[in-house]
């Protein structure tokens, strides 16, 4: 019979000798450098990826002398846009970013950004957003680390179809992102769908909706210039975008790490972002002005006048159904106007 095998006390020393030993390396080697896992459901080409998020990333990374590395999870394989928030708060990716209109109810105040024609571009709306959440306005983000609150570009309206004006929005089916964009919509007599953005163009060429509401950064950024034709300049709003991480990830971070981070408060992202993203919609713009089946239309005072009435009631509304909605869109008017007095 075969003798029960055990190591000897001297391979059982050595053995526990070598693992300290591993472990003590790899622990030095983990200090070395700390990963970030962060989740970003457009493609690892998109605009968002490389020149937004990528070139933020790339700052800190390089501020903390290597310390610091970001990994992105691209294409939605770690979290759908409805997935985001919940993901980062169970730690199930350290950070990520989302539009809280994808989370309805959850963050209601964040919803005065799709007010209609209220702002303008994307650099001011970020900057009012960034306020907002600098004076405790923006509830809902008290169990993640906020890194940036901004919002995306203003929505404007685009159709699938050579139409002639406002009015034929009237009965189409419209993709609108939150709920105060889409009561727009409905407001004025379209149909407002719920698509993700990653889903827009093949809804527009399908036929599944006739136009969408979305800035013109999207035009290039999720294809929708081969599958829309006519194009309104309407201030509609915007959707609000949070940049966050989970709190326990952040609490592990190395304290320089975390100063590094910390250096860059979200009022400082927002000015990043803002005025990168407006400046890649005007590009964007311009390429579809040039284009010979493409029009843009820009309405009149008179063509806008019963849109304004719409407009006005469903900011009455909001207003009434939001806790706290006079002080929050007041505090966001006067962010637009800090914005504008000083850029």
Not at 77 to 105: C, H, L, M, Q, R
Not at 160 to 187: E, N, P, T, W, Y
Not at 272 to 299: C, M, Q
């Amino acid at each position: 019979m075969s003798q029960p095998f055990s190591f000897s006390k001297l391979t059982r020393t050595a053995i526990t000798a070598a693992v300290i030993t591993a472990s003590t390396a790899f622990s030095a080697v983990a200090q070395d450098t700390v990963t970030i896992r962060f989740a970003s459901f457009v493609g690892p080409t998109s605009f968002l990826n490389t020149k937004l998020f990528g070139a933020w990333f790339e700052m800190l990374e390089k501020e903390s002398g290597g310390k610091l590395k970001v990994e992105f999870l691209t294409g939605g394989s770690a979290a759908k846009p409805t997935e985001v928030f919940e993901s980062i708060n169970a730690g199930i990716i350290d950070a990520g970013w989302s539009s809280t209109a994808y989370n309805p109810g959850r963050f209601d105040a964040a919803g005065v950004v799709e007010l209609p024609l209220l702002a303008t571009g994307s650099a001011e709306a970020s900057g009012a957003m960034a306020s907002l959440f600098d004076q405790g306005l923006i509830g809902g983000m008290e169990n993640v680390k906020v890194i940036g609150m901004v919002t995306a570009d203003i929505a404007r309206l685009h159709h699938s179809k050579d139409i002639d004006g406002l009015d034929d929005f009237k009965g189409a089916k419209v993709r609108a992102a939150g709920q105060v964009l889409s009561a727009m919509i409905a407001k004025i007599g379209g149909v407002p769908v719920g698509i993700p953005p990653t889903a827009m163009a093949e809804s527009l060429a399908k036929n599944v909706v006739d136009a969408s509401a979305n800035d013109w950064f999207a035009l290039d950024g999720f294809n929708l210039i081969d599958v829309t034709k006519t194009h309104v300049d309407i201030s509609l709003g915007t959707a609000a975008i949070y940049l966050a991480m989970n709190k326990q990830s952040y609490d592990n971070l190395p304290d320089d790490v975390k100063a590094v981070i910390d250096a860059h408060p979200p009022s400082e992202f927002a000015e990043f972002w803002g005025i990168t993203l407006e400046n890649e919609s005007n590009r964007v713009k311009g390429i579809v002005a040039g284009l010979s089946d493409h029009k843009i239309i820009v309405p009149t005072e008179d063509q806008l006048a019963s849109w304004q009435v719409a407009a006005d009631e469903l900011i009455a509304d909001w207003v009434a159904k939001t806790e706290g909605g006079a002080e929050v869109l007041q505090a966001y008017k006067d962010g637009l106007e800090a914005y504008r007095a000083s850029h």
